[in-house]
């Protein structure tokens, strides 16, 4: 079990630009989630997949971010034209198909807008 | 609205005593509740779940919970403190989806800050 990874773990980026981020998954686990974190607060539900449906996202989940998760496997994260306001810590996590099963999560990326 | 709270942003204990880390929750129904650490410039770490069941829970690294359901509270203890717990502790709660619930996201505290001096 080699855990869930994340890439890049950090990202600097100027306003405006677009930024892409990776999540590879504990590989049995078919529900993958984002979270975002800022500081002094707890993660926030951003959405999740179960395989590669996308089944739910959140309303801090403005229309300048998209998640896929393409064949099921690993997921991307993409926030285009950044604001200030986007930087935090961008998590993802795994688990197996049923709510009640523990959510496995990744390092983070921590993104900075300047 | 569904919320969890932490009402201590930190928490001080000396090594070798007990500890205890408050989370109560406002949820509808019968939540699963969770516990995750985080140490710096890390992920979160699960620690233990109540799902249904006896009301004290066992966990990773000697830490157990204990559920109660009149209080809607789910506190993190250790009997004895190492330095080495010193980090910050998340409380989670998913509600069930015939509570109104999703079927994917927790929903967390704002952490406590656990610092355990020698």
């Known amino acids: 079990d080699t855990g869930v990874s994340q890439d890049p773990r950090h990202k600097i980026t100027k306003r405006g630009q677009n930024v892409t981020f990776r999540c590879d998954p504990i590989?049995?686990?078919?529900?993958l989630y984002w979270y975002r974190q800022t500081l002094g607060q707890g993660p926030e539900f951003l959405t999740y997949?179960?395989?590669?449906?996308?089944?739910?996202k959140s309303r801090l989940l403005s229309d300048r971010f998209s998640a896929e998760r393409p064949k099921g496997s690993f997921s991307t994260l993409e926030i285009q034209r950044t604001e200030q306001g986007d930087s935090a810590m961008y998590l993802c996590?795994?688990?197996?198909?049923?709510?009640?099963?523990?959510?496995?999560f990744g390092p983070g990326t921590r993104l900075t807008v300047t | 609205a569904q919320s969890v709270a932490q009402p201590e942003d930190q928490v001080n204990v000396a090594e070798g005593n007990p500890l205890t880390v408050k989370c109560t929750y406002s949820?509808?129904?019968?939540?699963?509740l969770f516990w995750y650490v985080q140490y710096p410039n890390r992920g979160l770490q699960f620690l233990l779940k109540?799902?249904?069941?006896?009301?004290l829970v066992k966990g990773s690294y000697g830490f157990e919970a204990e559920f109660n359901k009149s209080q809607t509270s789910f506190h993190l203890k250790k009997p004895s403190a190492l330095v080495s717990d010193s980090a910050l502790y998340f409380c989670a709660v998913r509600v069930p989806s015939n509570y109104g619930g999703s079927q994917g996201n927790l929903i967390f505290g704002k952490g406590t800050k656990l610092s355990v001096k020698p």
């Open positions: 109540y799902i249904t069941g006896d009301n």
């Open positions: 996590a795994s688990s197996l198909q049923t709510g009640y099963f523990e959510q496995y």
């Open positions: 997949f179960q395989n590669e449906a996308q089944l739910e």
């Open positions: 590989s049995e686990h078919n529900r």
């Open positions: 949820v509808s129904g019968n939540p699963y």
